[in-house]
């Protein structure tokens, strides 16, 4: 027999019992021993670990107050000195997923083990994909028992150490890493096999698997060109020459702005791309306006096609970059703009 | 979004996809002469504002051999050689 670890806990106001949204912002606390959903983690536990404690606070607290919040988890953490944290499930409600997986990642970086339960499209671990385990779950409640019986599983197994299998053997959600495995059979022989299974309808599982991607509803339309207000965007890696901000050839986690207030162009002698992605050598020695139509912008702007091009322009590098980063960098780039009052944006990838 | 690679950005889920020329020079050639050069480069902004004003519910790919085009969109002279 094993001994039994230390196990903490993270849930929310509502299933701390404290109340539902109108306690949302319910500052962190820390309660001894298992509450409300933490029993059934209790119990999926056994006698190999203990529920010691249980981290408590709103959703709303917990997101947006977040330079509070993850210290005093930090605190809680070096108190109840968990082997491991159990964050949720939050199952479909974005706020409380943020939460466990913010809970979840914190943990990790202090090298403590940490499991949480979700619908696989929750915000939190769409965002936090990579730094966290998450079991699926469904999007109800009455699947807590079951939920937490897998999270009780899996957290053992990590708490422990053990190396894992594919996500999708081990029963959590896939975080975006590929490691390599040794098969007994070789390559050629799995390709035929699952060749001959999908020719005669027999179940098979691709070693490949795609990522479906999300569907984004399509912005409205632009009502009336003549007043909008246009930014451009490139993703060619675009940036003043010299590289000021060191914006990196592949796999970019940052975008940058650059101003073209009173430009018209874009001169080979002051732009260059560092994209590593395609042959930059008409953008650098040519002409960079490829990767932003500046000039044909500025024409339009003065014939009064549209009323304004926006000062500054985005750029990054999209060559590799993780659909999380990329995600996230439009999303601040989106926030600029709309802020300003920009109805369209032209985007050159590349 | 302008691209030279239309089923990428179509297949992830862009909603308004205008095709560019290539990847190295997605909004323009420098194959043509500096002319040639603009009304491409021309027609493709314009195809990018034509698709901004067109309501889609979907991934949607704009064409802009597809796209009117006036040549007086295009100023006579032009201050800066990045043309």
Redesign the interface.
Known sequence: MGTTIRVVHYINQFFAGIGGEEHAYHPLEVRDGPIGPGRALQQALGDQGTVVGTIVAGDNYFVEEQEEALPKTREAFDQLKPDLVVAGPAFEAGRYGLACALVCKLAGEQDIAAVTGMEPENVGVLTYRGDIFAVPTGISTSELASAMAKMAALGLKLSRGDVLGAALEEGYIPRGFRHPVIKEQLGYERAVEMLIARATDKPFISEVQVKS????A?????ES?SD?K?ALVTS?GLVPRGNPDRLVSGHATDCFKYSIDGL?????DDWESVHGG??????NT????????L???R??E??G??KKLYPNFFATTGNGTAVTDARRMGAEIAEELVEAGV??V????? | ????IPVI?L??????VIR?VR??????D?SLSVEKD?ET??R???T??RA???????PTLFEPAETPFDPS???AK??????
């Open positions: 991607y999300e569907s984004i399509p912005a409205p339309p632009v060109m909008a246009i060619g018209d162009a874009l001169s080979v395609f042959n930059t050598t008409f953008i040519v002409n960079p306006n490829y990767v932003l139509p000039p044909r912008g024409e339009l003065k014939q096609v549209f109805n369209g032209l985007l050159v990838a590349t | 979004m302008m691209t030279a950005p297949t992830v889920g862009a909603n308004r560019g990847v190295p020079h997605v909004v323009g420098p603009r480069a021309m493709i902004v314009l990018a504002l901004l004003q067109t309501p889609v519910d979907e969109l295009i100023l032009e201050a800066t050689r990045a043309a």
